[in-house]
C-alpha cells in the first residue's frame, strides 16, 4: 500500500502560523483515529508531537496542534520558532496487511 | 527516564543475516506493544514490524515478510528483530520504538549497511 500523502515542504515566518496536511483513504486515516505526528530534526531521532489524532503528549507545546477531516489529518504550528525548523511525518494505522502507514514527510522551513 | 538503546547494526553482504537488538528501561516492558521502524538514507520513514506485549501477535511490512522476525524477552527488557536474506534495499537507520500504531519513545537508531 502506497504511504500517506504530505507535501514535500512548507515554510513560515517567525510567529507565523503553518498547516502540514497528511492524505489517506478510508482504510486508514478516514476510519480510524490512530493518526500521529512525528518531528525529526535533522541527524535525530523522531519525537512524538501528537498521537491519536490531536492529544498532546506531557512537554510539547501547545503551539502545536492536530486534525482531522474525512481521509486528510493536518497538524498546525502556531506562532514558528526557529527551532520548530525539522522534518514532520504523519503515521496511521490501516486495516490492511501493511498495519501502519507513514507519510513520506514534510520538510518544514522557518524564514 | 524512559530509554531504549538499539544494537547490532553493521556492515553485512547481500543475502546475509544479522540480529538487532533493543534493551529497554525506565517502564514496563511487558505492558507496551513495541516496534521496528527504519529509514534508509536520506528518506523518509518506514513501518518494518509491531509485536504485542505477549508475543502471539506480530505484524510485518510486505517487503520484509518471510525474511525478518520480530521478537522479545520481557524477562530481560528486550526486543528483537532477526533479518535474514538481506537486500541491498534493507540499508537503513533501524529504530526500536515504544507502541504500536502510535510510537511514544524512539531508540537511537542503529545503522545497518547491506553491501558487498
Known amino acids: 500500500q502506497s504511504a500517506l500523502t504530505q507535501p514535500p515542504s512548507v515554510s513560515g515566518s517567525p510567529g507565523q502560523s503553518v498547516t502540514i496536511s497528511c492524505t489517506g483513504t478510508s482504510s486508514d486515516v478516514g476510519s480510524y483515529n490512530r493518526v500521529s505526528w512525528y518531528q525529526q530534526p535533522p541527524g535525530t531521532a523522531p519525537k512524538l508531537m501528537i498521537s491519536?489524532?490531536?492529544n498532546r503528549p506531557s512537554g510539547v507545546p501547545n503551539r502545536f496542534s492536530g486534525s482531522k477531516s474525512g481521509n486528510t489529518a493536518s497538524l498546525t504550528i502556531s506562532g514558528l520558532q526557529a527551532e520548530d525548523e525539522a522534518d514532520y511525518y504523519c503515521s496511521s494505522y490501516t486495516s490492511t496487511s501493511t498495519y501502519v502507514l507513514f507519510g513520506g514527510g514534510t520538510k518544514l522551513t522557518v524564514l | 527516564e524512559v530509554q531504549l538503546v538499539e544494537s547490532g547494526g553493521v556492515l553485512v553482504q547481500p543475502g546475509g543475516s544479522l540480529r538487532l537488538s533493543c534493551t529497554a528501561s525506565?517502564?514496563?516492558?511487558?505492558?507496551?506493544?513495541m516496534s521496528w521502524v527504519r529509514q534508509a538514507p536520506g528518506k523518509g520513514l518506514e513501518w518494518v514490524a509491531t509485536?504485542?506485549?505477549?508475543?502471539?501477535?506480530?505484524y510485518y511490512v510486505d517487503s520484509v515478510k518471510g525474511r525478518f522476525n520480530i521478537s522479545r524477552d520481557n524477562a530481560k527488557d528486550s526486543l528483537y528483530l532477526k533479518m535474514n536474506s538481506l537486500r541491498a534495499e534493507d540499508t537503513a537507520v533501524y529504530y526500536c520504538a515504544r507502541g504500536a500504531w502510535g510510537f511514544d519513545f524512539w531508540g537511537q537508531g542503529t545503522l545497518v549497511t547491506v553491501s558487498s
Open positions: 509485536i504485542k506485549q505477549d508475543g502471539s501477535e506480530e
Open positions: 525506565g517502564f514496563t516492558f511487558s505492558m507496551y506493544w
Open positions: 491519536d489524532v490531536s
